[in-house]
């Protein structure tokens, strides 16, 4: 089993200007002169933890963390009901991760990230594939509305009774909008309406993931923190507009990353993100290499951190 790379602190940090209003935070740690590599969070808003650092030889990479539009350390912050969420979609986050290219002076990084964070990733290597060494994805995700479906209805079948408490929660009727539904109460400016339907949100993600091993439910009552508040509210926005995506269109275009060396990983009994997804892309993408953990799902597992590890010690020479 391979262990993660010792705590370490970033040796530089900011807040970026990218507009609209918005100040995106980032760190860079390891290695200033080494190769750069950038980590982009799931979600949407979940923010970056230090954990996430130790996943890169400190000798040998220049890793950038940055936390997305509205959520972790960037502001205006999403858990609060008065940001507007008009400029956080996907083409504004692909915007921050080019633009904070620039501001890094980084002429190519190699792109890895997880479940909402593989989406964000891959269309960015799609619209810059010039700006790519390689990607290393895990828990994959495009966010077409099939998918999104699938976690928030289609996925029922497993916890009839826990999604007719998420349903109701949302104020809709069986064939309602739910997503839509919640993204408009997580944005209400009164607690009483806003704070239930964050614990409703989380609380279902939590039962989807119930069957993996090594969790452990919590009980989501009275007031969320900001954190969660921006974790659900970001989610229920981006997920309410199928990440502003055209169906299909990350699995369509995977063709421009030709070229581009790839591992994408996933655990088969993700119920979360069906294995299918990886399997379509892995398909769709000349040369990239898909590896599957039979035993494992949506979170992490030692065989999944192994290969993650490995990924990246060999790409980190190239």
């Not at 539009?69 to 507007?84: K, L, V």
């Not at 083409?91 to 190699?110: P, Q, T």
């Not at 593989?118 to 290393?136: K, N």
């Not at 290499?289 to 999944?304: M, T, W």
Request: aromatic letters at 10%.
């Amino acid at each position: 089993m391979a262990e993660l790379y010792p705590p370490i602190e970033p040796y530089d940090q900011g807040m970026l200007d990218v507009g609209d209003g918005h100040l995106v935070y980032w760190e860079t740690c390891g290695n200033p002169d080494g190769k750069p590599a950038v980590m982009v969070h799931g979600g949407p808003g979940q923010g970056c933890v230090p954990n996430m650092r130790r996943m890169f030889d400190p000798e040998r990479y220049r890793a950038v963390l940055f936390d997305q539009r509205g959520c972790g350390r960037s502001t205006p912050h999403a858990s609060d009901p008065g940001t507007d969420l008009r400029h956080n979609t996907t083409d504004h986050l692909v915007a921050d991760m080019e633009l904070l290219r620039e501001h890094l002076g980084v002429d190519r990084w190699l792109l890895t990230g997880g479940s909402w964070g593989t989406t964000l990733a891959l269309v960015y290597a799609e619209r810059h594939p010039h700006r790519v060494s390689e990607i290393m994805l895990s828990a994959i995700s495009t966010t077409r509305r099939s998918e999104i479906d699938w976690l928030y209805r289609d996925v029922r079948r497993f916890f009839p009774e826990e999604w007719e408490q998420f349903r109701a929660g949302a104020g809709t009727d069986r064939d309602g909008d739910i997503v839509g539904a919640y993204a408009r109460l997580l944005g209400d400016p009164d607690p009483r309406v806003r704070y239930p339907a964050a614990n409703a949100w989380r609380t279902w993600e939590d039962v989807v993931l119930s069957l993996e091993a090594k969790t452990v439910p919590a009980v989501y009552d009275g007031r969320p923190d900001d954190d969660l508040l921006a974790f659900v509210r970001l989610t229920a926005h981006y997920y309410a507009h199928a990440g502003w995506l055209e169906e299909n269109a990350v699995i369509r275009d995977a063709g421009r990353l030709a070229g581009i060396p790839g591992v994408l990983i996933h655990g088969r009994r993700d119920l979360s993100c069906p294995v299918d997804t990886a399997w379509e892309l892995a398909r769709a993408w000349p040369g990239a290499e898909l590896l599957v953990d039979d035993h494992s799902g949506h979170l992490g597992s030692d065989i999944k951190r192994t290969w993650m590890l490995n990924a990246l010690d060999q790409f980190a020479p190239r």
